[in-house]
């Protein structure tokens, strides 16, 4: 009996303890999946900080990319490369277009060589034709420094192109050197001698804005033609005259050409502009002497109060229309009426003949 009592005790006390054991198993249970689940929160929150740093750093490398690629566009000067301007004649409207390139940059000598080959090379551009006849040879480029000026040296060829290709030529060659901020005029000279107007003077540097790019000129109506235009001297007192060279189309009025230069301001240093740059010019007709020119009312509202701001501009195109054969007397027009000068110390309601006495001497 007691065996079996001790015996019946054994397996109540083994079973106790498992059971005890499972008892602690299943109280620690929720613990153990505490545990396991905060271990994935706290890897996602991880991963999720690493998305963010990534982020972050790729925000700032397209801030860069983006800087470094404006710096490209808008500086002209990139990693030893020059932006230029290179003038070729578009084959549709005739007329002088403008290509963009970049090129290797360097000194003076070395840009202006560089320049030259790709404007010789001709556009990359499939509607534009070359401005340099393929005939013609730059044989030498002068350049000094102190003028910023550039003497361009062509060869014989260049005297026998036509008008309107000669036009070409030369204002290409001028628009683009003068494109180049160390440059500010062109001479041209023909193998060694330097080219020459009608009237057999030199012509000498000529700027940029001092040619044609929008001409449709053809070879029998283009011409050369040296005028005279009137501007205020520094001081506002005087007019002086300024000779220019232009090419015009001999089926248009000159006058209206000389208008518009006049209307360009001077090129010589030391003269200061007298029509305002806002003015347009409408009709231009010459009756028995008396040239009417008829311009916008800005010509009026524009000029500077005072007699002789008023007395410059207004003989500054009398005296710049008489200084051709056919025009004895200037009748201003505006919109075609008569007009008043803003200040109104000046009469133009009648035509101005010639002042001689305003000229400086």
Not at 54 to 60: C, D, G, H, L, P
Not at 68 to 83: A, T
Not at 84 to 111: H, Q
Not at 148 to 159: D, G, H, T
């Amino acid at each position: 009996m007691a065996d079996i009592k001790r015996g019946s005790e054994k397996p109540s006390g083994r079973k106790t303890k498992k059971t005890a054991r499972s008892a602690g198993a299943v109280k620690n249970k929720p613990a153990a999946k505490r545990a396991k689940t905060a271990t994935p929160r706290r890897r996602s929150k991880k991963k999720g900080g690493y998305g963010f740093v990534i982020a972050v750093a790729a925000v700032a490398a397209c801030i860069v990319i983006g800087m470094v690629i404006f710096d490209r566009v808008s500086n002209p000067n990139v990693e030893g490369k020059l932006k230029c301007e290179l003038y070729f004649v578009n084959k549709t409207t005739s007329k002088l277009e403008v290509e963009t390139r970049m090129i290797a940059s360097g000194d003076s000598k070395t840009v202006l060589e560089n320049v030259t080959s790709e404007l010789i090379a001709g556009p990359k551009s499939s509607s534009l034709s070359v401005s340099i006849p393929k005939e013609l040879k730059i044989l030498k480029l002068s350049y000094a420094p102190s003028e910023k000026s550039l003497a361009i040296s062509v060869s014989e060829e260049y005297r026998g192109l036509s008008i309107s290709d000669e036009l070409f030529c030369r204002s290409a060659l001028v628009k683009t050197f003068t494109s180049l901020d160390f440059v500010e005029s062109v001479t041209i000279n023909i193998d060694g001698e330097e080219l020459k107007k009608t009237d057999g003077q030199d012509v000498g540097g000529i700027t940029g804005d001092s040619v044609l790019t929008d001409s449709n000129l053809t070879s029998t109506k283009a011409e050369y033609r040296t005028v005279t235009l009137y501007f205020s001297d520094e001081m506002g007192d005087w007019l002086v005259p300024e000779e220019r060279t232009i090419v015009v189309n001999s089926n248009s009025m000159l006058e209206q050409y000389i208008m518009q230069e006049l209307i360009k301001g001077p090129l010589n240093e030391g003269l200061t502009a007298t029509v305002p740059s806002d003015t347009k010019v409408g009709t231009i007709s010459i009756d028995g002497g008396t040239c009417v020119v008829d311009l916008n009312p800005d010509f009026l509202s524009k000029i500077q109060v005072g007699s002789t701001n008023e007395r410059l501009a207004v003989y500054s195109v009398v005296n710049t229309l008489t200084s051709l054969n056919s025009v004895k007397q200037v009748q201003f027009l505006f919109n075609g009426v008569k007009g008043e000068i803003k200040g109104g110390h000046l009469d133009i309601s009648s035509p101005f003949e010639r002042n001689e006495d305003i000229i400086l001497k």
